[in-house]
């Protein structure tokens, strides 16, 4: 299945500020149906598309038409990968919260917290530079998206 | 108030995370100590025309090893005895485990024989790299052409 066509790499930057913040937002309130909105966001752009995402569609509707036009282009598929890695933290966090097992909770939600801040700060991908640690120990991603 | 000390504690976390991956962004390292036997696709991937040849290892899911690419494929093509091929691992992880390559992109320069001579985290600086092979391809060429 193809990832889809490649996109402009400003959009995935402002998708993770706005994830990031979010994600801030979650640990300081403790709400967690925000966090479940987050892992729903997380979904659309790991299994539907990067297009049809949220983040993407505020992007292109508010932000790019106040920017110029750019003709680098970004590959889909590790977007998309990275998508599907913060989807698992940001559902194994909801399911913590809404568990009542709040440290659980917390400390998914932290991780996700981390890497979006990654990616927004520094443009640096962790779940996509670490495909092959996470391939090492859970094997069964390997054929994901 | 847990929460804003989490916050605080994972942006401090990051801030330090992200400056030392900048910092190590294209670090040329030693070579790992040889006495593996080299996997089948890098052994084919080998130039053996080439007094050095730079094995990318890459994944579907890869950002910055399209950058590596474009920084990599030039200056190959621009130095004789220098070769560059890039090695798609997504389906082959065994092969970086055998490497002990856990991120991408890594570059490893090996020689014709198949011995490693140095590895590269990371997207590399072009200067930096031929100052690093400069010995190795020196015996074999004039050097980098324009």
């Known amino acids: ?145 | 108030m847990v929460g804003v000390w989490v916050v605080l504690g994972v942006l401090v976390a990051g801030g330090i995370a992200g400056g030392l991956l900048n910092a190590r962004n294209g670090r040329i390292r030693a070579a790992k100590p040889a006495g593996r036997q080299l996997p089948a696709p890098v052994a084919e991937a080998l130039d053996p025309d080439a007094a050095v040849t730079l094995v990318q290892i890459s994944t579907t899911f890869c950002a910055p090893c399209r950058h590596t690419k474009a920084i990599l494929e030039p200056l190959a093509a621009r130095t004789d005895g220098l070769e560059h091929v890039e090695l798609d691992v997504t389906n082959q992880p065994e092969v970086a485990q055998a490497l002990g390559v856990l991120r991408t992109p890594t570059t490893l320069a090996f020689s014709p024989d198949g011995t490693e001579l140095l590895r590269i985290s990371g997207v590399p600086k072009g200067p930096a790299v031929m100052e690093a092979l400069q010995e190795h391809l020196s015996g074999a060429t004039t050097g980098p052409t324009s």
């Open chain 1, 1 to 145: 299945m193809s990832a889809g066509p490649a996109v402009d790499p400003r959009g995935p930057r402002f998708a993770a500020i706005v994830t990031t913040v979010v994600l801030a937002v979650v640990l300081v309130t403790g709400w967690w149906p925000l966090l479940a909105a987050q892992t729903v966001v997380f979904a659309i752009g790991a299994f539907i598309g990067l297009k049809p995402a949220p983040y993407s569609l505020l992007y292109r509707y508010l932000v790019a038409p106040r920017l110029g036009k750019t003709t680098e282009r970004e590959d889909a598929a590790p977007l998309r990968f990275a998508q599907a890695v913060g989807f698992v933290f940001a559902l194994v966090g909801t399911i913590g919260y809404a568990a009542g097992v709040t440290p659980l909770g917390i400390v998914a939600t932290a991780f996700a917290l981390f890497a979006a801040f990654l990616n927004a700060a520094f443009n640096f991908c962790l779940g996509c530079e670490m495909y092959l640690l996470i391939r090492r120990f859970v094997p069964a991603t390997g054929q994901a998206s």
